[in-house]
């Protein structure tokens, strides 16, 4: 009998279309999906338009935790939309206030040896269970609930080796931030981590998690740990031990790469500003005035981290010129700090304590004053993602924020009393709606509709040719919310004709301008980019509403895995440079053409974009249900 790996082992239970063993698609089964506002109202319309009765994956579960501060109508709109399709379809439905998906996700719904496909790129966060999870697309969350499904490269693992066991001031998040200085955010593509080695029975389940859910930021598919002992312990704690399945790697088990980390001796790090892979030690700041330090967000928002932060800031108050923000994962995590102390000491020692949401992560709130220096437990610090694009963000670990907030400077944690795994957490699910009908739905619920929630556009089918300009030229490493910025612009996701003025703002604001008047001029959009093009967010917001504007190609140095596939759900051609140096041969408002673009993506996907008198190889390599899909448009137009 073969000797499989944990990855193999979920995988090959799952396996619906391809054959692992050859370089290839896989389609597997979805067990269990997830959405949140801010991607699924689009999910949930599009899921809608397919004319399926009910839901038809085990578990879906819509949660309401990013856009929760409520300006102006379109966000509790958006909430009433959610709840009504979450009570006629059998989804069940978690109100704004209840918890962040990805920590709810894990106290109470998470199983190991199952599948999840959330419409958030850190529904990862589950490998922190032994779930094979996996974020993506708002259409793709729906084909899955509808039955379908989910189409991935079969993937290539690599094999994490913990050792040794971290020193007092070391937490998780140095972990994965020692892993991102290794392996950066990009050239991860088709990678799935796989965490293993002594190391990992030293690791509690909200540990694991912080490691699995920044596995992101590395672009791979996804992360994950063997569900043990440690596991079990969490599961049964939570009052769901009937959920345990033990998954660790055979003995003999192969992998396709193996990189080992000494967590004896790693030491405090930093992601500094605006990328998660760059990576510096905390020593190496020390001094550095912050102005700012925000804890929490589904990276580092559990009852562990925050417990931490109250033991190291208990009887002292944080320095007088540092703004100092706590969000917890979820309800359960305020309660069981109500209960023990430690909400009081945070808020004796100068935390303002915020909702129970994504908010600051997001640039939903708490924004930085201009130019200062914040210190946040999040997993991302791409330049302007906190809502002031002058602001320098750091990604640190709850121990160093918390040492930080005391000195008013960059800090590393002398040391912390290590908070023990709970042998039994408070259960309260009342704020989890529609349980008792959930894969069933109530037939003739009315579906509330506010006037911001617009009819979903669908793609046409590509064009024999391609006439088009270069709409704009961006660099290396532009993210998701580059293209379709979030915070104040994020109400308006369920509208697609409004949210489409905003694509490339912190880029070129003038974007919808110029892709309305080349449609008008009958030319397709065309974008130019660098390596590692839609880094990010799962937000499909980045492909429709481009597509929507008349983009009908992107041509970059490399793209990376989510939004890839978002691009082809949408009918857009995702091509890359044959030779990356051709890229400094276009310029933006250039005239481009493709003779023959839909028969280069019906046969061997390589084409010649011509600029002027210049050609310039461009090539994709697409599955034939790829194909498929951009041929007609899109995955909605295909059906």
Not at 34 to 62: C, I, P, R, W
Not at 113 to 128: A, K
Request: aromatic fraction near 6%; include cysteine; glycine fraction near 10%.
């Amino acid at each position: 009998m073969k000797k499989m790996n944990v990855v193999q082992k979920i995988l090959s239970k799952h396996l619906v279309e391809g054959d692992p063993a050859v370089d290839s698609e896989i389609g597997i089964r979805i067990d269990q999906t997830l959405t949140q506002d801010a991607t699924g109202t689009m999910a949930y319309l599009q899921f809608e338009s397919m004319g399926v009765k009910h839901v038809k994956n085990d578990l879906a579960v819509s949660y309401v935790d990013h856009n929760t501060v409520q300006i102006g109508f379109e966000n509790a709109d958006d909430h009433d939309f959610l709840a009504s399709i979450a009570k006629k379809y059998g989804i069940v439905y978690s109100k704004a206030g209840n918890g962040i998906c990805h920590q709810l996700h894990l106290e109470r719904f998470g199983k190991p040896g199952t599948t999840l496909l959330g419409s958030d790129s850190h529904t990862p966060t589950g490998g922190g269970i032994g779930q094979i999870a996996i974020g993506a697309g708002g259409i793709d969350i729906a084909v899955a609930m509808a039955g379908g499904a989910f189409h991935i490269p079969t993937p290539k693992v690599r094999a994490i080796v913990l050792k040794g066991k971290l020193r007092k001031g070391v937490s998780a998040k140095d972990v994965i931030l020692k892993v991102l200085e290794k392996f950066g955010t990009k050239g991860n593509v088709g990678w799935i981590f796989e965490y293993t080695g002594p190391g990992v029975a030293t690791l509690d389940v909200p540990s694991r998690a912080t490691i699995t859910n920044m596995g992101a930021e590395l672009g791979v598919t996804t992360s994950v740990f063997p569900s043990d002992r440690v596991t079990k312990q969490f599961l049964a704690a939570q009052g769901r031990g009937k959920d345990f399945t033990e998954i660790v790697a055979d003995k003999g088990a192969t992998y396709d790469d193996t990189f080992v980390v000494d967590l004896a001796k790693l030491e405090p790090l930093a992601a500094a500003p605006h990328s998660p892979g760059n990576i510096v030690t905390v020593k190496s700041m020390k001094g550095t005035k912050v102005n700012q330090i925000m804890i929490g967000s589904c990276t580092n928002s559990s009852y562990r981290d925050i417990r931490t932060v109250a033991q190291i800031l208990k009887g002292k108050h944080v320095a007088e010129d540092v703004e100092v923000g706590i969000a917890c994962g979820s309800r359960q995590v305020v309660n069981m700090l109500a209960a023990d102390g430690s909400l009081a000491i945070l808020i004796k020692a100068g935390c303002r304590i915020l909702e129970n949401a994504c908010g600051f992560c997001i640039g939903a709130h708490m924004s930085p004053s201009t130019n200062a220096v914040s210190l946040r437990t999040n997993n991302r610090n791409f330049e302007g993602r906190s809502g002031t694009k002058s602001a320098q963000v750091y990604l640190v670990s709850p121990e160093t924020a918390a040492a930080s907030a005391l000195t008013g400077t960059f800090s590393a944690c002398a040391g912390a009393k290590a908070v023990p795994a709970p042998k039994k957490f408070p259960i309260d699910d009342e704020m989890f709606l529609y349980r008792k009908t959930a894969g069933r739905g109530v037939p003739g619920t009315k579906i509330v509709r506010g006037p911001n929630i617009a009819t979903v556009p669908k793609g046409v089918p590509l064009a024999k040719d391609l006439k088009g300009a270069c709409a704009i030229k961006v660099g290396d490493k532009i993210t998701t919310d580059h293209i379709m910025p979030a915070g104040a612009r994020l109400k308006f996701r369920s509208n697609v004709p409004q949210y489409a003025k905003f694509v490339f703002e912190p880029c070129d604001p003038k974007f919808h301008d110029i892709c309305m008047a080349n449609k008008e001029k009958g030319l397709a959009n065309v974008i130019v980019a660098g390596e590692s093009y839609g880094q990010g967010s799962s937000r499909e917001h980045a492909a429709l509403c481009p597509m929507y504007l008349g983009v009908k190609a992107v041509v970059a140095k490399s793209i990376e895995r989510i939004h890839r596939a978002n691009l082809i759900n949408f009918g857009i051609v995702p091509f890359t440079f044959v030779n990356a140096k051709d890229y400094d041969l276009v310029k933006a408002g250039d005239v481009l053409t493709i003779d023959g673009i839909r028969k280069a993506v019906e046969a061997d996907g390589t084409a010649t974009l011509k600029v002027g008198s210049k050609s310039i190889a461009v090539k994709t390599s697409l599955s034939d249900r790829e194909k498929h899909l951009i041929l007609c448009g899109g995955l909605l137009a295909s059906l």
